[in-house]
Structure formats: structure tokens, C-alpha cells
């Protein structure tokens, strides 16, 4: 099963290993928890993977072959633009999680985005689609090979955390970002700043995605919603390339 922030930090820092060597070149835990609250990922550290992160280490070495084949694949191959159409897309839909609810999923809003998904899926060719009534979003791209091969699993979440707002989300896309102070227009005291977030200055170059301001992006996990979706739009129209069966699964409440 790979880990959808796994897949992120590979996607964004271009860090897939040879097959069987982990994820990057980056040992240290420390380090690499960085690297996932860098893009937005909540980390929670199991202690008995200490000391000298031997257990972490173990784990990302049972990630298998393909599992590894296919990160190399979606770097290459997954076109970015339509990782951002997505990206810009689904952010605009707020799923906000109710914590007082007690139904599942906590807010019927999340299943606006899980309905969408489900659509989408049917029409680039999935198999198994379905949405649960618990509002989870099930599907599969069937294998092509007909030798042993494991599943994979990729895995996101639809709603966003209930502390900011996200509705009426506006993304802003800054191209070419400049290394400096990125200013959010619609509330100008809200500043990201490379002093503050030394990994954001290593981005110079790169377009950088962020909300206007007055609400949260939702790039967590909407932007795993997008790379799974655009990964498997590409998957499924180039069925040549070889591959075991791939499960999808995208959840509601997680925050």
C-alpha cells in the first residue's frame, strides 16, 4: 500500500529512488517529517520507530518494486497542467468536516466533491465505481499483466479541517515564485515568508499555489485527490503501460 503523502513528497521534490532504496536520498526522520508538514501533511511519529529510525527505514524499504515503478511513472508522465486544472478545481468545493455532527460523513457538503469524483471516474474508464453510503469513493484500474502483481493502493481524503473556512475558496496560482515574501491580497497581514518557512525558498522557480487570504486552500488532500485522479485519467488512456491492479479510495472526515 503507498502512502499518499509519501507519493506527494515524491511528486514535488522529484525524489524517487532506484528501485528498493526507499523514497529520496534524505536518511534522517527528522528531515523527512519536514518535508511532509512542508506541503501540508499532518504527521503523527509512532516513538517505537526510534532510535536511529531503523523501523522508519524497514517500512520504506517494503515499499514494493512496483509500487516504486509506478512513483518513477507518475513524475514523468502525469501531465502537471492537468494536475493543476484539478487541483484548482477541487479546492473551490468545500468540504469542510463538522465536528459536531454525527453522521458520516459529518457534512452532506463532502459528498458534493465525492459524487463529482465518482462521475469523473466512470467517464475516464474505471472499474468498480462506487460511493458508499458512508461516502466513500471506491474504483479500480484493472491490471494489465497478466502475471502476479501486487495491489496498490492509492488513497486521499475529501474534506478539509473545520477550523478555517473553506468556502468560497479562491486559489492563487504564483507563477515563477521570485524566493520572496508571498503577500495574500485578500487579507495582506496573512504573509508567507521563506524566513518563517525555509523550505518555501527552496521552491524559486517553481508556481506556487495558495489560498487568497480569508480561507484555507484544502490542499490537504485535495491536491492527493488531484494527483490520484490525473494519475489515473493517464493510467487508464495508455493501457500498454504495464501494471498490477490498482484500488482507489477517497474518504471523508479524516481532520
Do not use: W
Not at 10 to 28: F, K, T
Not at 180 to 201: E, F, H, N, R
Not at 215 to 224: I, M, S, V
Amino acid at each position: 500500500l503507498l502512502v499518499l503523502p509519501q507519493l506527494a513528497v515524491a511528486l514535488a521534490r522529484d525524489e524517487v529512488g532506484p528501485a528498493g532504496d526507499g523514497l529520496g536520498q534524505r536518511e534522517p526522520l527528522e528531515e523527512r517529517l519536514d518535508d511532509l508538514q512542508a506541503l501540508g501533511v499532518a504527521v503523527r511519529v509512532d516513538e517505537r520507530l526510534r532510535p536511529g529510525d531503523a523501523g522508519l527505514h524497514r517500512h520504506r524499504r517494503q515499499v514494493p518494486e512496483a509500487g516504486l515503478g509506478l512513483l518513477r511513472l507518475l513524475r514523468q508522465r502525469v501531465p502537471r497542467p492537468e494536475l493543476e486544472e484539478r487541483l484548482l478545481r477541487y479546492v473551490r468545493i468545500d468540504t469542510t468536516a463538522d465536528p459536531e455532527s454525527s453522521t458520516s460523513p459529518s457534512s452532506r457538503i463532502q459528498l458534493d466533491l465525492c459524487e463529482l469524483l465518482a462521475g469523473e471516474l466512470r467517464e475516464i474508464g474505471a472499474a468498480d465505481v462506487e460511493l458508499t453510503s458512508y461516502g466513500t469513493v471506491l474504483a479500480t484500474i484493472p491490471a494489465t499483466v497478466d502475471t502476479p502483481a501486487p495491489t496498490i493502493g492509492l488513497l486521499a481524503h475529501v474534506d478539509t479541517a473545520p477550523q478555517f473556512s473553506g468556502k468560497d475558496v479562491r486559489p492563487i496560482v504564483h507563477r515563477n515564485y521570485d524566493g520572496g515574501d508571498i503577500v495574500l491580497p485578500d487579507d495582506p497581514s496573512m504573509v508567507l515568508s521563506p524566513k518563517a518557512l525555509p523550505y518555501l525558498g527552496m521552491k524559486a522557480g517553481d508556481d506556487i499555489v495558495t489560498a487568497s487570504g480569508t480561507t484555507l486552500l484544502g490542499a490537504d488532500d485535495k491536491a492527493g485527490v488531484a494527483i490520484i485522479m490525473a494519475a489515473a485519467h493517464h493510467l487508464l488512456a495508455n493501457p500498454e503501460i504495464p501494471h498490477g491492479k490498482i484500488r482507489i479510495g477517497f474518504t471523508c472526515d479524516e481532520e
